[in-house]
């Protein structure tokens, strides 16, 4: 099932105990899930996880490259008009529509409002664990 990730879930995956982010993590990991980026999202994942890990003083650097070793890269069409609240979400919302994703998981409220773009549902880990049957 291909997928993309919010940074926000990657984070939470990541950085705190258990929960549906951290499957979502762990089904990435054993190939139950393919998520797709971009170039844009892959560079905010790398960036926000090492200010946090600074921040932490706890280093994930071994796990982040583990994850983008799997992702499956694409180049995101332009989408006509802005689709989100915020514009900076729309990256997201463009590499779920070019790698013809089923999924977006996020729990940033103004992609939940959106809850569908073309071919992709918008939902919440806690959603996207119980549809996917990963808990």
């Known amino acids: ?3 993309v ?3 926000n879930v990657l984070i ?5 105990g258990e929960g549906p982010p951290q499957q979502i993590i762990q089904a990435w990991l054993c190939g139950k899930v393919t998520v797709v980026a971009s170039r844009e999202i892959l560079d905010e994942y790398r960036g926000v996880t090492a200010r946090l890990s600074a921040r932490k003083k706890l280093d994930v650097s071994k796990l982040l490259e583990r994850l983008l070793m799997l992702v ?3 180049l995101p069409a332009d989408l006509p008009a802005p689709v989100c ?7 997201f919302i463009a590499a779920a529509f070019s790698g013809r994703a089923k999924y977006l998981v ?3 409220k103004a992609l939940l409002k959106v809850k569908r ?13 119980r549809i996917a049957k990963l808990s």
Do not use: A, E, L, N
Not at 12 to 16: N, Q, R
Not at 85 to 91: G, Q
Not at 117 to 129: A, G, N
């Open 106 to 108: 996020t729990g940033d």
């Open 5 to 7: 990730v919010d940074t």
């Open 117 to 129: 773009f073309r071919q992709t549902v918008i939902t919440t880990p806690t959603s996207f664990c």
């Open 1 to 3: 099932m291909r997928i």
């Open 72 to 74: 499956h890269f694409i």
């Open 12 to 16: 939470s995956g990541m950085f705190w």
């Open 85 to 91: 609240s915020d514009s900076s979400d729309d990256k």
